[in-house]
């Protein structure tokens, strides 16, 4: 089954993105997800945001989901790659000149920080969860890097991460063995066998991205005050360890933290409509009398439906 939602050409390759909640007001929120860079992700936490009264744009990265990075090979995958395709989907759908809410999930954290850092003036505010990037994160040594170019370790590699069911951090799920859980799992299965390019884009972006090496980027972002930063962490996160948060909070000092008890790196999967009432609240504190248009946050949730652009996408 074909997802909902629009494909769009970019200069380094097609786009999929949905808009839930376009007849909402206020700033656009921008989720952009982490490693895996799917819309599936926080599809619950669009859903959350869009009761709310906002509008959300979700959207698959470079070579993940429906989007595609052009099948170059020696295309890059480092931060500068994700930030391009960003600000060019945001023109191609009428907010390239707008004041945004970016939302920043592990991976994409670095993408949002980035972006902010080139796009001051188009960013409202920065919501990073679970950052990647300040040292705190998987590191690979010099040794297993040498290795990540071999093919026949790459495709095995890659196999048993997609297949595994360490890609979920189960030891780390609140619900250790639930349906929700064994249907995340089958979910990646899926994927693996209908996305070809997704197990190449995520190993270039292990070998070029620099994970743990972005701190230069949230330094920038310290040095933007009149962006309000929120940072919310789960503080049994093992994949980027919840002690990374002190180091993010140096590099931002600005920033405000709010850990989340006995949870681990899945916060927007897991605790969806908490994470907007954090978010909304927050966003409330900093600008408006309402989270979105115009009333409160309790009617939004039960008045407001989602809505998005469904189209039929049809790939050869």
């Known amino acids: 089954m074909l997802p909902p939602g629009k494909v769009v050409m970019l200069a380094r390759g097609s786009c999929h993105y949905i808009i839930d909640g376009a007849t909402n007001s206020g700033p656009l ?37 429906w989007s595609t ?8 995958h480092t931060p500068t790659l994700f930030v391009e ?29 980035l972006y902010a850092s080139k796009f001051p003036r188009k960013t409202r505010s920065l919501v990073f969860i679970a950052p990647a990037g300040t040292g705190g994160g998987p590191t690979f040594s010099a040794y ?14 890659c196999h048993l991460l997609l297949r595994s069911s360490l890609l979920v951090q189960r030891k780390e799920w609140q619900e250790k063995d639930g349906v929700f859980i064994r249907a995340h799992e ?10 070809p390019a997704l197990a190449h884009s995520m190993l270039n972006t292990l070998r070029q991205f ?8 949230f330094a920038a972002v310290g040095s933007l005050r009149h962006i309000p930063v929120q940072v919310i962490w789960g503080d049994q996160d093992t994949t980027v360890p919840f002690a990374a ?35 909304c609240r927050w966003w409330v504190g900093h600008f408006e009398a309402s989270c979105g248009s115009g009333k409160p946050p309790a009617v939004h949730l039960a008045t407001q439906r989602l809505k998005s652009h469904v189209v039929e996408i049809h790939v050869d």
């Not at 297993?144 to 590699?157: G, I, N, R, Y």
């Not at 089958?186 to 996305?195: C, P």
């Not at 620099?210 to 980027?217: A, D, V, W």
Request: aromatic residues 8%; glycine residues 10%.
């Open 29 to 65: 929120v921008v989720l952009i997800p982490g490693f895996l860079g799917s819309t599936t992700y926080l599809q619950s936490l669009s859903t959350e945001l869009v009761l709310r009264g906002r509008r959300v744009l979700r959207f698959d990265q470079p070579g993940r989901g």
């Open 69 to 76: 990075y052009g099948g170059d090979e020696s295309l890059l």
């Open 85 to 113: 395709q960003l600000a060019e989907l945001l023109f191609a759908v009428g907010e390239g000149q707008n004041e945004l809410d970016l939302m920043g999930y592990s991976l994409g954290a670095i993408v949002a920080a």
């Open 144 to 157: 297993a890097k040498v290795w990540f170019h071999v093919p026949v370790v790459c495709l095995l590699w």
């Open 186 to 195: 089958e979910q990646q299965k899926l994927r693996y066998m209908h996305e």
């Open 210 to 217: 620099g994970l743990s090496e972005q701190q230069s980027t």
């Open 245 to 279: 948060a002190k180091h993010l909070q140096e590099l931002v000092p600005h920033a405000e933290l709010w850990s989340v008890p006995g949870t681990g790196h899945a916060v927007p999967i897991e605790l969806p409509r908490q994470l907007a009432d954090k978010m």
